[in-house]
């Protein structure tokens, strides 16, 4: 579930977000292994040999539409978009080339649900939480994110600059997420905040004028202004409270696949892969921070 200023070309790769700037309402861990151990023996995370699904095979699940700029034409095979790219970019360390890779498709909730899941690791901008790691995994964090308040031009919020501004306002986010929780639990509006079966729903009440804003994470803040919604203006980026939010790979709860997942990502991080993957695929223009 966010304007992309300077992206005249919305298809293709853009740059950076602010260097990993971090951010808003989650009650994660802020360590780079966040979301599982990073550490693995050798031999448990042989390139190609992990105990996966299919054997010889690896199973990415991820919900549709899958939006633009994590994907690219909701096709998440087609290594387009940043969270398609940083998933190959992990199947690649893991030892299985794109040939090797299964796509599933899976909800978000039915993905951080309690039970038995139909992938090896689920890519779909799941926030790294503590309730969350109750029922799932979580690899280490691949990303840092910010939630970020979208209107239109002559909204009663276009202009607004401090939370209390948008204490009055008619706001909506996507059920179960972060998004969501920022909304309740940082802006506070006075009037029950509206929930929404996704974003694309979320972006059809604004357009209609059944809520004056809606929040969602600052890429998809930069893609909807720009290329989805006319007139949309990006309001500005909710502060920090706590630790940065933190974006995660979910696997089956005490997954095996874990330690390997998460190694992989450390790995990614560390040779500046994540970095230069942000720097195609995700914008670097400004927003304006809420106080």
């Known amino acids: 579930m966010v304007s992309r200023n300077t992206l005249a070309a919305l298809g293709s790769a853009t740059v950076l977000l602010t260097s990993l700037a971090a951010c808003a309402p989650a009650d994660e861990n802020d ?11 050798s031999s448990a995370c042989a390139p190609g040999a992990l105990d996966t699904l299919a054997a010889g095979k690896l199973t990415i699940g991820t919900d549709t539409p899958a939006y633009e700029p994590w994907f690219s034409d909701n096709k998440p095979a087609n290594g387009k978009g940043f969270e398609s790219a940083v998933a190959y970019a992990v199947a690649e360390r893991l030892g299985y080339p794109a040939a090797e890779v299964v796509w599933t498709n899976v909800g978000f909730n039915n993905a951080i649900a309690p039970g038995p899941k139909t992938f090896d690791f689920d890519v779909n901008q799941f926030s790294i939480t503590a309730d969350r790691k109750k029922a799932v995994d979580f690899s280490s964090p691949y990303y840092l994110v910010r939630q970020t308040v979208i209107t239109t031009k002559g909204s009663k919020i276009a202009s607004a600059k401090s939370l209390a501004e948008l ?15 920022a909304v309740t ?36 803040a930069f893609y909807m202004t720009a290329a989805e919604l006319d007139n949309g203006v990006i309001v500005g980026q909710l502060p920090q409270v706590g630790v940065p939010e933190q974006f995660g790979l979910v696997l089956d709860l005490g997954s095996k696949l874990t330690p390997c997942v998460s190694g992989a990502v450390d790995q990614l991080r560390q040779d500046g892969t994540l970095a230069e993957l942000e720097k195609t695929w995700l914008t670097s223009g400004g927003a304006p921070e809420l106080s």
């Open 185 to 220: 639990d940082i802006i506070k509006p006075a009037a029950k905040p509206q929930v929404y079966n996704n974003n694309d729903d979320a972006k059809a009440a604004l357009e209609n004028g059944s809520v004056d804003g809606i929040v969602v994470d600052l890429p998809t």
């Open 167 to 181: 204490q009055g306002a008619k706001l909506g986010a996507q059920v179960g997420t972060t998004s969501y929780q």
């Open 31 to 41: 360590s780079p292994a966040a979301g599982g151990s990073a550490s693995a023996s």
